[in-house]
C-alpha cells in the first residue's frame, strides 16, 4: 500500500481508532522501551490546544473545562435536592466498569457522610460484564433505552452520563436518544474522545439513526444548556482502538473531578470556577508523572508478566479494595483486545463481591471466571499454581497489612514468582519486612496531605496509578507474546459491530484491498469456508458476530487468505507453522517471501 493511500485511510478513522505514530513500532521494543512508549502516549491525555483549533479541544481546553463547570453544578443541584432524583453513569465495557468503580466509590462516599446515596451505574450486558468480556448488548440501543427507564423509574431529575470514548456505542446512543426525548426530566450528558464530526454515523441495529445524529443532537441542546457534550481529543491510543487506556483513565479523571467538585459545592459550599477544574487535573496529572517516574519497575514487572504469558502461564491480580476492581477490570479487557483466554490474566479482590458492592450481588453461581475472591484463589488455584505463573499483589498502607502478608506467606511456599504494587503515604509507609516479601516491589510513596477528604482523593489517585501500570503490564505482555503488529491488535475478537469494522479497517490497512474484498475474507475466516453461501452474505452483521465469537485467530487467517491468495485450510496451516502470531502476520505480509512459502508448502 503506498504511502499517500495508507495516509487518507487513517484520515477517515476518528482520532480513537486511528494508529499512533509515538506506538508504531511497539511491537519491536523491549519492555523498557515500551514503558517510554506509553509514558509518552498517556502524555497526550494532559497535553495542551495545538493552535487553538476548536475541532481538537483537549482537556485542559477551556471550553471543556467550561463543559465540566456545568455538569458538576448539575451535580451540586441533585445532592441539594436528592429525594426523586439520580445521576446515572453508564457505559459499555471498560466504560461500563469505571462507571461501576465511580459509582459505588461516591455512593460510598455519601453514605459515609450520611448523606442519600443518589448515584446509579448501567454496564451493558448487568454485572457479568464487569468481570468478563460481554461485547454483545454494546450494539443495542432499544436494550440501553430500556435499562436506563427502568433504572430512572419514578424519578423526577436524572442526570444521565453515557460515556463512550469512540462515541461509537449504540447501546449508549439509545439511552441519549431516549434522554433528549425525556429533557422534562433527564439531562444528558456525552463523554467521548473524538470531535462531534467524528462520532459513529453507521446505522445501527433496528434503528433510524445513528451515534453522530445523537451527537449532533446534543451540541445543539448544548446550546439551551439542556445537554453537554465533554468530548475533549487525548491523540490515539497506544495500541490502535484499544480505549480501556487512554480513554479509560480520561473517563476516570474527568467524572470524579465533575462528581467531587459538585460535592464540594453542594455541601461545603465550594465555588466552582475554571481555575478549580484545571487544579483537580493537575493532580491527576502529578500522579502520571510520579507513576512514570518509576519506569523501570514498571519495565521490570512487565517483563516478568511476559515470560508467564510467553510459557502458556497466568498472570494473577490480587488485589485489595478498589485495586481490586482496578485489577479485575485490566485483566477481562485483554480478552476482546488480545484474543486472550480468560484464564490468561486473572484478578482477585479481598471478600470477592461482598467488596464489590454489585448491584446483582454474588455472581459465583455463574462458572469459574466469577470466582473472585482471594480465598477462592487459594481454594481453586494455590494447588496449581507453577513457579512461572506471575502473581501480582496490588494493596495499600491503607488495606488490611496483615492479611496482605499472610496471603504472601501462604504463597510463597509455593512459588518465589510473587511481586507487589504498594502505595504509600510520607507520614505512614509501609513497613519493610512486607516489601521484602517480594520479589520485585514497586512502592510509590506519596506526599501526605491532611485535607478533609484527603482519603478519598488519595484512593482515586492510588487507582488511577494502579491502572496506568496494570494497562502497562498486560498491554506489554500481550505485546511481547507477539499479540500486536505494529501498534495493531491483529487477533482481536471479531464479537461486536465495532470490533467487526475494526478487523475490516486492519486488514484494509495491511493489504491495501478494498472493502469489500477484506470484509468478504474476514467473512471467510469467520464461517470457515472458502465459497460463501448467500445466507452468508446476506446475513447481518449481528449473525457474523455471533459466528466469530466462537472462532480464533480470524483476522490473522483473513490476512494470510488475502495477502497469500490461499485456501482458508492452507491459511490455518501457515498460522500453525507459527506459534507467535506476530510473526505468522510478518511472514506473510513480506508478500515475496509468502509467495515462496507457500510454493513451497504446496510442493510439500
Ligand atoms: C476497549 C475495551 C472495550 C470498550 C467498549 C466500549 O479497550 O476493550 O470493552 O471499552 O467497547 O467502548 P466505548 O468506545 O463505547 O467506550
Given amino acids: 500500500m503506498d ?15 486511528k494508529s499512533n505514530p509515538i506506538s508504531r513500532d511497539i511491537d519491536r521494543a523491549h519492555s523498557k522501551q515500551m514503558v517510554q512508549i506509553l509514558k509518552r502516549c498517556d502524555a497526550e491525555i494532559f497535553e495542551k490546544e495545538r493552535n487553538h483549533d476548536p475541532f481538537y479541544q483537549r482537556l485542559y481546553s477551556l471550553p471543556v473545562i467550561q463543559t465540566m463547570v456545568d455538569v458538576a453544578k448539575r451535580v451540586e443541584i441533585i445532592l441539594r435536592d436528592p429525594e426523586e432524583s439520580l445521576i446515572v453513569l453508564s457505559g459499555c465495557g471498560t466504560s461500563g466498569r469505571i462507571a461501576f468503580l465511580l459509582v459505588t466509590s461516591f455512593n460510598e462516599m455519601l453514605n459515609a457522610q450520611r448523606q442519600k446515596q443518589i448515584c446509579s451505574y448501567i454496564i451493558a450486558g448487568g454485572d457479568r460484564a464487569l468481570l468478563t468480556s460481554q461485547e454483545a448488548p454494546e450494539d443495542d440501543p432499544g436494550l440501553g433505552a430500556r435499562t436506563l427507564e427502568k433504572v430512572c423509574a419514578g424519578k423526577k431529575h436524572v442526570l444521565f452520563i453515557g460515556i463512550s470514548c ?28 473524538n470531535p462531534v464530526h467524528m462520532a459513529r454515523s453507521e446505522l445501527m441495529q433496528d434503528c433510524s439513526f445513528h451515534f453522530k445524529d445523537v451527537a449532533e443532537r446534543m451540541a445543539a441542546e448544548q446550546r439551551h444548556k439542556k445537554a453537554y457534550v465533554l468530548n475533549p481529543v487525548l491523540g490515539a491510543e497506544a495500541i490502535s482502538g484499544s480505549s480501556r487506556m487512554k480513554g479509560g483513565s480520561a473517563t476516570k479523571i474527568i467524572l470524579e473531578t465533575v462528581l467531587l467538585a459538585g460535592h464540594e459545592a453542594a455541601f461545603r459550599d465550594k465555588m466552582m470556577t475554571p481555575e478549580y477544574m484545571s487544579a483537580w487535573i493537575s493532580a ?10 518509576r519506569s523501570d519497575e514498571i519495565a521490570a514487572l512487565i517483563h516478568k508478566a511476559g515470560e508467564s504469558l510467553q510459557m502458556k502461564a497466568h498472570v494473577y491480580y490480587l488485589g485489595w479494595k478498589t485495586l481490586g476492581i482496578i485489577g479485575m477490570t485490566d485483566a477481562s479487557e485483554c480478552i476482546p483486545t488480545y484474543g486472550a483466554d480468560f484464564g490468561d490474566i486473572r484478578g482477585f479482590i479481598n471478600n470477592g463481591f461482598s467488596e464489590m458492592k454489585n448491584k446483582e450481588g454474588d455472581l459465583s453461581y455463574l462458572g469459574p471466571e466469577f470466582i473472585i475472591g482471594h ?86 489517585h492510588w487507582e488511577l496509578s494502579t491502572k496506568l501500570c496494570l494497562n502497562a503490564i498486560s498491554t506489554g505482555a500481550h505485546v511481547l507474546k ?6 495493531y491488535m491483529i487477533d482481536l475478537r471479531v ?11 486492519i486488514l484494509q490497512r495491511f493489504t491495501g484491498c478494498s472493502k469489500t474484498e477484506c470484509e468478504s475474507a474476514l467473512l471467510r475466516a469467520v464461517y470457515s469456508t472458502d465459497d460463501l453461501t448467500e445466507d452468508m452474505t446476506r446475513a447481518d452483521v449481528h449473525t457474523h458476530t455471533d459466528a466469530a465469537n466462537t472462532r480464533e485467530r480470524v483476522v490473522p487467517t483473513a490476512l ?45
Fill in 3 to 17: 504511502h499517500l493511500k495508507q495516509s487518507c485511510y487513517e484520515l477517515s478513522l476518528p482520532v480513537t481508532e
Fill in 166 to 193: 469512540g462515541m461509537s456505542a449504540p447501546f449508549v446512543a439509545g439511552q441519549l436518544d431516549f434522554c433528549l426525548n425525556h429533557l422534562d426530566i433527564f439531562t444528558p450528558v456525552l463523554l467521548g474522545f
Fill in 284 to 293: 491527576s496529572e502529578m500522579v502520571y508523572d510520579t507513576t512514570y517516574s
Fill in 375 to 460: 480465598k477462592d484463589f487459594v481454594d481453586t488455584i494455590l494447588q496449581s499454581l507453577s513457579q512461572n505463573d506471575m502473581i501480582l499483589f496490588l494493596f495499600t498502607v491503607n488495606d488490611d497489612l496483615n492479611e496482605v502478608t499472610v496471603l504472601a506467606n501462604q504463597l510463597r511456599q509455593r512459588t518465589s514468582n510473587l511481586h507487589a504494587i504498594a502505595h504509600d503515604l510520607e507520614k505512614f509507609t509501609i513497613p519493610e519486612t512486607v516489601c521484602h516479601m517480594f520479589e520485585t516491589v514497586l512502592n510509590i510513596t506519596w506526599p501526605f496531605s491532611s485535607a478533609k477528604d484527603n482519603s478519598v482523593v488519595m484512593r482515586q
Fill in 482 to 487: 507477539g499479540k500486536v503488529y505494529m501498534n
Fill in 495 to 505: 464479537t461486536n459491530s465495532k470490533l467487526y469494522r475494526r478487523a475490516i479497517n
Fill in 560 to 604: 494470510v487468505m488475502i495477502q497469500s491468495g490461499c485456501t482458508h485450510a492452507e491459511a490455518q496451516r501457515h498460522l500453525d507453522c507459527h506459534a507467535v502470531i506476530r510473526d505468522a502476520v510478518s511472514a506473510c505480509l513480506n508478500s515475496s517471501k509468502t509467495r515462496a512459502l507457500w510454493t513451497e508448502h504446496t510442493i510439500k
